[in-house]
Each structure stands twice: as C-alpha cells, then as structure tokens.
C-alpha cells in the first residue's frame, strides 16, 4: 500500500478522525478511501478479546481463551527461548482470532514490593526485563501481529495513576526505568507502545514530547505508532505534536475536532497530523496484507504448553534435607483452597477468561497420587473457620508431608490500586503454622505476583514459589513437586525481610502531586547489596534438585577499550545426580568510580540443561553497556577508565567466579574549570593535570611554599593528613585569597584560560 498517497487524499478532518479509536478496541476505518479498522485486544499473557458487543465493563466479558503464566513468572524462568515459544502461541491465536495488536508485554520496572500490577511486570532488574519482553516480542511479531510495550514510561505504582507525577533524574531513567523499553525498541521493534497514563516530571506521557519522540523514536529508532492507554490524554493536539500517535479508545469525535481545530489555528502543524496518520496506516496496512485467520488456534495443545511453562518458572526457595521431590507412593496432604482452585492470574485488563484450569488436586489425582484434601481457609471469605484448621491439622498429621497451598487472594494485588503491606492473608498464616506444628515435613506452595512477608519460613521445610502460573499451573505444580520437572526457576526480584527495608519504601506512593524517585538508581538488589543488608531471599536466587559448580572463568582479555567486546566464559558442572537447568548469571561491577554506582548489575545469564555430571561452557559477550553508567554532564552512557569485577554465579549473593578488567575509555567527557573548582578535580583529570601540575610547582617556588620543616605545634595543629586534604578540597580562588597578589590572580586566569581552551 502507498501509505503517501493514501494520505495525500485525505482531508484534515479524515485524518484527524484516524487518530483515535473507532470503539473501544478498534482503530478507525475511513471507508471513502477503503482503510480497514484493526482490532487490538488486551493480554499479554493470553487473550482478552471482547466480543464487539462487550465493551470495557465486564472484565471476564470476553472469549474463551488460554491463560499462560503471567510475567512475574515467566521472567523467572530467566529463558528466553520459552518466553520466545510461549509469544509465538499468542501471536497464533491473535491470527486467528484477527488482532491485530496485543497489548503488553507491560515492562514496568518492579520498584516497590506493592505496585498492585507487580503481577504482571517483569522484574526489578531492566537488562533481565529487557531481555525478556525482546524474546516474547519477537515470538508474537513472528507471526505477523504486533504487541504494544506498556507502560511508557515510570508507571511503577497504582496509586493515583492517571494523574500522578513521576519524579525521576535523568541518570535513573535512563538505567532503571528505561533500558527494558530501549532493548526492546533496538532489539524488536514492538509494532507499537503504549504510553502511560502518569506525567514524568510533570509533563503527561501522553503529551511528552521528549519521551515520545526524542528519546523513543530519535535516539532508540522506533518506528511504529504510540497509542495511549485507554483515556490517558488530556490535551490531545498537545499529544499530537509529541508523537503520540492514537489515542484510545475513542473519544466520541471530541478530540479528533480539537486537532482539526488545532491545525486550522495555525497552533499544531498539519505535518505532525500527517506523521500520525502515516504511522498507524503502516501498523494497519502490515496487519491486514498479512492477515492470516485460518491459522488454526488449538487451546488443547496451549493448554499443554502452559504447563510445561509453567513448570519452568517455578522457584525452589527453601528444601531442607531435601524433602523435596516427593515420592509418588507416599501419603500426602495438600492443603489450602488454591490446592482445588489456584490463583493463576492477577485481576484488570489483563485478566483472561480461561478455556479450562488444571489445579494442583485435580493434576495429583489424574497422575494417580496419594492425597487427601483439606480446604484450610476460604478465599471468599479470607477466613480459616477453627473447624477448617482443625481438619488440616488432622490431614497433616496424618500424611508423611504437608503441602500448603497459600499466597494472595485476587483482591490483595490487582490493576487499579496498590497493596497495602506485604503480608499474606492472617488465616493463610495461621494455617501455615499450625500445619508445620503438626507436621515437620511441611512444604508451602506460594501463589503470588510480588513478595510476601514469610513469618512462618524457619517453621516450614519447603517452599515452591509458583507465582501466577497460568491455567495449568496445577499441572505443573504437581511435575515439580513430584520431581518429574527439576524446579529451575530463580527469582526476578529480592524478597526483602520486611517492608520497611525496600529502598521505595518511603517515597512510594507519593502525595497528591507526585511520587518522588528519591531512592534513585539503588532499586531492588543494587541497594540491599550496597547496604549489605541481609534480605529473605536474594535477586537470581533459586534451588534445584541437583547440584551446580561454576568453575574455570575466562576472559577474552585483561583489558579492552569501551569500544571493544569482551568474552566471558566459565564452566557449568551438574554436580548431583538428577538432570537439571542452571542460571548462570554475569554481574559487573565498577571498582572505583566517580560515579555512585551499584556494587554490581546483572549483564548476562544464561539458562542451561546439564544431565548429571555433564558440564558445559557458558559464554557471555559484553559491551560498552555493560560498564557504563548514564552521564548527565553528555547526556550519554560513559564509561569511566578503570577495573571492573566480573562476577558469575547462581544468584546475586552467590557468585564463586570472579575476575578483572580494565576498560579504556575512548570518551573525554568535556570539563569547563573556574575559580571554584577544586585541586583534587583538576589532580584526576589527565589533561588539567599536565596544566595545573607544572603551575602549581611554578606558584609554590614563587612564593617559597611548601618545603621548609614544620614546628612541632604546627605539625600537631595540622597534621600531614589534614593538609592534604586540604589542598584537595582547595578551590582555585583559594590560592587568589591566601596570596591576595595581582601576579598570582594573573596566573589563575592564564590557567583557567589554557584549561578551558
Ligand atoms: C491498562 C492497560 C490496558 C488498557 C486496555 C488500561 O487501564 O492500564 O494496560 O491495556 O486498560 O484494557
């Protein structure tokens, strides 16, 4: 299709009206000139497709569908390849069920234990949840349907979300909230972004012309259209110009008049409308002139790609004397109601309406297994009656091991507002106590999105923590607790002790104008390992039912420039005696900097299979990224000249590998000097320092400083220490105030001068 000369015969009000929707999931059709409606449906995770009938209301009002894991899950799978398969599925399904769009992945940042979408997000680490969403993006847009990367940007809590502000440096941008959306944007080129409803720094995402066209689209490359999340604009011309391309869902015409208003104004130029219009027409035009709707959508086989997902993503966290797997002849009691109804999705837009679910009872008792059933608690009610209790604690009794089934009902974590604290339902922890008083061989099952407080953990033997697993995650439940699936799971995010120790934790939230991202770049691991604060369970941690040994770490070379890549290779060993899947993960860290930077940052992992006592190489590539921090001074990503640590291992806090190198950086980052700045400074900075050195000699044999012996009194008043320091944190102007002469003044100048040429 000649999208220019489509345009071209378009009037202003035609185009106008393109730039909203036609419903609530469809874009326009302009029917005079032949251009389709397209239609978008939510997910990510599966499909919400509202019959044309249904609108927004009822969020179950949709067809049948598959329900696979949510990302707080499947990123903690930390497989890329998985994620890739289970994008592929969906985008299947969206051929057939002719989408478009899906909306999602949703990337934002995990900051806060709380944000009530945390279900749905990634992870607390951008390379982790850039790299995920790239895979998943990438399986979807294989089959010629497009995602929608939401929420962009700093949409990281729930609270007053469509009108609060994030307040946020450029630095912490640009390497905590940001660097998902760019991978994905240069990696996979999402068809579309959707926007978020919040301001940055005041400004709306939706009017963010900064965000929307400086950064997305001019320094990253993105190349398909923006939308917004459903009623997210306020100004729409002032959108319009910002390059936010569709506003949705429809605004009833009102808005498409303001822009046709706008233009005639002479107040927003005809040319943005255009860009706009030729943006959506090339998104619409792929879709349709590759439309493929007898593409079969077999829910069955999905059903069964789900569990085995599922099972991949499910984190061993505690297994004391190896308890588990369990054996498949041995009495066991599963207890708690999400045994017999899991909670495998969070609620919102992205809740689906699942085609059938497998609970972890009905997956033991299909398998065959030896188990009894008590219900615990109601999720309903949120209560444990002393009957249900009692009957639990028989149950556990009874049987050589206890499961419990527990985590968060629907109405503690969903899209809309933000939990309150961390905790577990009361009842849900009562249960657990009283069932690890009865039982020693008590194994806890967690359905959740985002941490939870464990009160009961040195009381129970084992904890399974299957997030929101999708439809079947019964299925997979039942695999990995009976050892036919080795638990290979590692965690996306730190499990703090409490609350109060997240680095949000007193900002989060914000007030009536804004939320302030004071804790800065330190979110998640950066800062509990910063503060070597002891936390429940680390970043990248998770057991498994065998044993792994990271040996023999190897480097390309010792040093490089920041230009160069260097190669990074250490030896995996499965060390038990059952087949199993290790995370390796690659942190770096900068030993000495100007900047404050983390003690280390994720920069690689990778999953791999090891039958027992197989070892293989794992190599990882880095980049320039992968040492540098974002330089406000050139507004760019700098690498400081200096030795950096690469660290390999299971987890965050377990990384047995550790080498050196030493980067070379091929970036001066331009330094103006005054009066004001201080020896140290111009000391550090090789060129000042060619400058200053022989001036300083200069001004001290000039005016006799310096050399002669000092008095015993004057030595104990100022000692050698102390007047170092002091010269290092002299100002120029110092020497101007301390030699008030007009030869020294001169010289300053002179220098200042030569510095700053
Ligand atoms: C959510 C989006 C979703 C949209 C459409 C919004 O409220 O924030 O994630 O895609 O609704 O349902």
């Known amino acids: 299709m000649d999208i220019q000369a489509l345009i071209s015969q378009m009037t202003l009000e035609e185009k106008a009206s393109l730039l909203s929707g036609g419903d609530f999931w469809h874009t326009k059709a302009v029917e005079r000139l032949g251009i389709p409606a397209t239609m978008v449906s939510d997910g990510p995770h599966g499909l919400r497709k509202q019959d044309d009938k249904a609108d927004h209301l009822g969020v179950n009002d949709s067809i049948k569908a598959v329900c696979f894991p949510a990302a707080c899950a499947t990123t903690a799978s930390f497989d890329p390849e998985l994620v890739r398969k289970m994008g592929e599925a969906i985008g299947d399904s969206c051929q057939h069920e002719r989408l478009s769009v899906v909306l999602g992945p949703a990337i934002n940042i995990k900051r806060s234990p709380l944000c009530g979408r945390n279900f749905e997000y990634c992870s607390e680490d951008p390379y982790l949840a850039g790299k995920m969403a790239t895979a998943y993006i990438q399986g979807v847009q294989s089959r010629n349907v497009g995602v929608s990367v939401k929420h962009f940007a700093l949409n990281n809590q729930e609270h007053r979300r469509m009108s609060s502000s994030s307040d946020c440096d450029e630095r912490t941008m640009r390497e905590i909230y940001f660097p998902a959306f760019e991978m994905a944007v240069k990696e996979a080129q999402p068809w579309t972004v959707m926007c978020s409803y919040n301001r940055i720094n005041g400004t709306f995402a939706s009017e963010n012309r900064w965000l929307l066209t400086d950064v997305l689209r001019k320094e990253w490359g993105f190349q398909g259209y923006v939308m917004s999340d459903w009623g997210a604009v306020s100004n729409r011309p002032a959108g319009v110009h910002a390059g936010l391309d569709l506003e949705m869902p429809a605004s009833g015409g009102i808005n498409d008049a303001k822009i046709v208003e706008a233009v005639r104004a002479g107040t927003l130029d005809e040319k943005d409308v255009d860009l706009c219009c030729e943006r959506i027409l090339n998104i619409v035009y792929r879709y349709t ?152 061989n008590t194994v806890v099952v967690l359905h959740n999105g985002a941490p939870v407080a464990m009160p009961w953990i040195d009381r129970v033997a084992a904890v399974l923590e299957a997030y929101l697993g999708g439809q079947a995650v019964g299925t997979a439940t039942v695999r990995v607790l009976y050892g036919d699936v080795n638990p290979s799971g590692h965690l996306a995010e730190s499990f703090p002790l409490k609350l109060q120790d997240n680095p949000s934790y007193l900002y989060f939230g914000g007030d009536a104008r804004a939320t302030e991202y004071r804790e800065g770049i330190f979110v998640g691991y950066r800062y509990y390992d910063k503060k070597d604060m002891e936390v429940l369970f680390p970043f990248g941690y998770g057991l498994s039912y065998t044993t792994f040994e990271y040996s023999n770490l190897r480097l390309s070379a010792q040093e490089i420039r920041d230009t160069d890549e260097l190669t990074v290779t250490v030896t995996v060993k499965n060390t038990g005696s059952r087949a199993g899947k290790a995370v390796a993960q690659l942190y770096v860290g900068d030993v000495e900097s100007d900047a404050i930077r983390p003690l280390r940052e994720l920069k690689g992992f990778t999953k791999v299979a090891l039958e027992p006592g197989e070892s293989r190489d794992v190599t990882f590539t880095l980049n320039k990224r992968s040492f540098a921090s974002w330089n406000e001074k050139i507004h760019d990503w700098h690498v400081e000249s200096g030795d950096f640590t690469i660290q390999v291992g299971a987890s965050s806090r377990e990384l047995p590998l550790c080498a050196c190198v030493r980067v070379q950086s091929t970036v001066q980052v331009p330094m103006t000097y005054s009066v004001d700045s201080i020896f140290m400074d111009l000391m550090a900075d090789e060129k000042a320092r060619t400058v200053f050195e022989p001036f300083f000699r200069k001004l001290q044999e000039g005016f006799g400083g310096g050399e002669e012996e000092k008095s015993e009194a004057a030595q104990e008043a100022v000692s050698d220490d102390m007047g170092a320091a002091m010269m290092n944190y002299m100002p120029l102007r110092g020497l101007m105030s301390f030699n008030a002469n007009p030869e020294v003044i001169r010289m300053v100048e002179q220098l200042l001068a030569q510095l700053n040429s």
Request: hydrophobic share 45%.
């Open 289 to 440: 002139e590759n439309a493929k709707p007898e593409t079969p959508w077999d829910q069955e086989a999905q059903h069964a790609l789900a569990a085995d997902i599922a099972a991949e993503c499910m984190v061993l966290l505690k297994n004391e004397k190896n308890l588990l797997p369990l054996a498949k002849d041995e009495q066991v009691a599963f207890i708690g109601e999400f045994a017999e109804k899991p909670r495998f999705q969070g609620g919102g837009s992205s809740h689906i309406n699942s085609f059938k679910t497998t609970s972890a009872l009905e997956a033991a008792k299909e398998a065959g297994l030896q188990v009894v059933y008590a219900r615990g608690y109601s999720v309903k009610e949120d209560a444990a009656t002393e009957a249900q209790i009692a009957e639990a604690v028989a149950a556990a009794k009874a049987a050589r091991v206890a499961v419990v089934f527990a985590g968060l009902p629907d109405a503690y974590e969903s899209e809309g507002y933000d939990r309150k604290n961390m905790d577990m339902p009361a009842c849900q922890n009562q249960l657990i106590e009283a069932v690890a008083a009865a039982n020693p």
